[in-house]
């Protein structure tokens, strides 16, 4: 039986970064994508998010990989709750077992970061998505391929 420790640190924005994910929904919505990850062997460790978009620390089986991990956790909790709407990509970063307390502290408090406005940018991906998508707008010239390659 094989031995692994692979955490990740994903985040993921609703499509325009609409408003979707209300105080009152998350916990639903947090509780299912949990499940759903336990139906995959994943474990989620930490889930939080805004609004506008989520985290998780998740630890994902080398069986599996990342990103059907992510499209299925997406496409999942898109069908279970028909009014939400995810966007095209995702960011992903690894995480080492060293880092992973910080991690799952950094998605723990993300309101209160978005609050203060102590957020680590890269793990928000505003300002890149937003570059990006522009690049890629100009690059593909199709609305629906923006970003799919980046995050």
Known sequence: ?????LFYHLVWPTRNRDLLISSVFENELFS??????SELDCKVIEINGTED??????????KYSLSDVIKK???????????????????????????????TEYVHNQK?????NTIIKCYEMENEIEKRSIQSIREV???YEVGEDWF
């Not at 039986?1 to 420790?5: L, Q």
């Not at 956790?73 to 992973?100: C, M, P, Q």
Request: hydrophobic share 35%; aromatic share 14%; proline share 5%.
């Open 32 to 37: 299912y994508i949990s499940k759903k990850a």
């Open 1 to 5: 039986m094989p031995y692994f420790r």
């Open 141 to 143: 010239g199709r609305d």
């Open 112 to 116: 209160e970061h978005h609050k203060k």
């Open 53 to 62: 978009h989520i985290h998780l620390v998740i630890e994902i089986p080398p």
């Open 73 to 103: 956790i997406k496409g999942a909790s898109s069908h279970e709750f028909k009014d939400l709407y995810w966007a095209t990509g995702y960011g992903a970063f690894t995480v080492s077992e060293r880092n992973l307390g910080a991690a």
